[in-house]
C-alpha cells in the first residue's frame, strides 16, 4: 500500500507539471490571438461560467468597448468577433482554476492520510502558494493592458512567465525526488556548469518573454543581419539607460534574444564535453538531448524570424523552450 501510495504522488506531481507547461503554451495562443484583454475583471469565482444570456454577452461586450483595445485595434469588431476570443480567455482561466483544484484537493488528501508528511510538506506547500501568486500575476498582467495602451506589460509577463517557470521547476524537482528516491536538494554538489546551464536558460526564456511583451519579434524578418547588418547601431542608447535600453527596446531585445541563443548552446556543448568521462549514463544522454534541443530551438527561432511569427510556429517555439527548461532541470536533478 505505501508503494502504491507513492506512486499516487508521483503521478499527481507529473500531471500537475503537465498542466503548467499546458497553461504556459495556451496563454502564449491567447497572447498571439489578442485575447488576453478581453475579460476586463478578475472575478475567480464568478468568472467561472461565460455569459449566458444575450443582455449578459452584451453587458461584456460593453464593457471590452470601453478599453484601449477596443478603441485604438478593434474599434470594427462585432460581438460576433467579441465571443470568440473571450471565449479562448475564458479558456485559459477555466484551466488555471482547474489546475489549482487539481493542486489543492489531492495535496489536501495526501497531507490528511499522511501519504505526505506534514514535516516534508513545506515544498508541496510552497507549489499552492505559488499557484495563487500565479493567478494574481495573470490579472496584474492583464490590468496593465486596459489602462491606456492596448497592450500588457512586458515586465508583468515576463514575471507571469518565470513564475510558471519556477512552478514547473519545484513540482519537476519533488517528482524526480521520488522516482529516483532522492529526498531534498543537495545544493553543495551540484555541478557548477550545470547550474550556469539552467540560468543561461532561464536568461533566455525571460528574454523571450520580453521579445513577446514588446512584440519584438516582427522588428525583424532576416536571419543573422539585422537591418543589413548585424548590429544595429545605438542599442544600448536608445533608452535613457544602458540597463533600459537592454530589456525595455524592442530591437535591442530582439537582437539579445537572438544571439544569447547561441550563448545557451556553448554552455550546454561544455557540460555535454565535461560529462563525457566519469557521468553516468542518464547523465550524458541528458546533456546530448539538451543539446540536441537546443539547436532545434534555434532552428525554429530563426524560422519564426524568417517567416514574420506565424502562430503555429511561435507556439512550438514556446513548447520547445519548455522542453529544454524540463531536460535542463532533470539533468541538473542528476548531477545533484
Known sequence: MAAKNEKAVTIWLLIVAVLIAT??????YVRLTRSGLSIVEWNPVSGVMPPLSAAAW????????????????????????????FYLEWAHRLIARIAGLIVVLPLTFFLWKRIIPWRASAAYLLVVLLF??????????????LEATPQVSPFRLTIHLLTALLLLAITLWLAFNRIYHQPGLRWRQWSAIGVFTLAAIV?????????????????SNTWP?????WAPGGMLTVMDSWLMSAVAAPVTVHFIHRWLAFGVLAAALWLLLRQRTGATRDVRLDAALLVAIILLQIGL??????????????LLHQATA??????????????A
Open 132 to 145: 495563487g501568486v500565479q493567478g494574481f500575476l495573470g490579472w496584474y498582467m492583464v490590468a496593465s493592458g
Open 322 to 335: 519548455l522542453l529544454m527548461f524540463t531536460v535542463a532541470i532533470h539533468l541538473n536533478h542528476r548531477l
Open 225 to 229: 543581419l539585422m537591418f543589413g547588418v
Open 301 to 314: 527561432g530563426v524560422s519564426v524570424v524568417l517567416w514574420g511569427v506565424p502562430l503555429w510556429l511561435a
Open 203 to 219: 536568461l533566455q526564456i525571460a528574454y523571450g518573454g520580453l521579445v513577446a511583451g514588446l512584440k519584438a519579434g516582427h522588428i
Open 58 to 85: 452584451q453587458q461584456e461586450f460593453v464593457k471590452y468597448q470601453q478599453t484601449p483595445e477596443f478603441k485604438i485595434v478593434n474599434r470594427n469588431m462585432t460581438l460576433e468577433s467579441y465571443q470568440r476570443i
Open 23 to 28: 497553461m504556459v503554451v495556451v496563454g502564449g
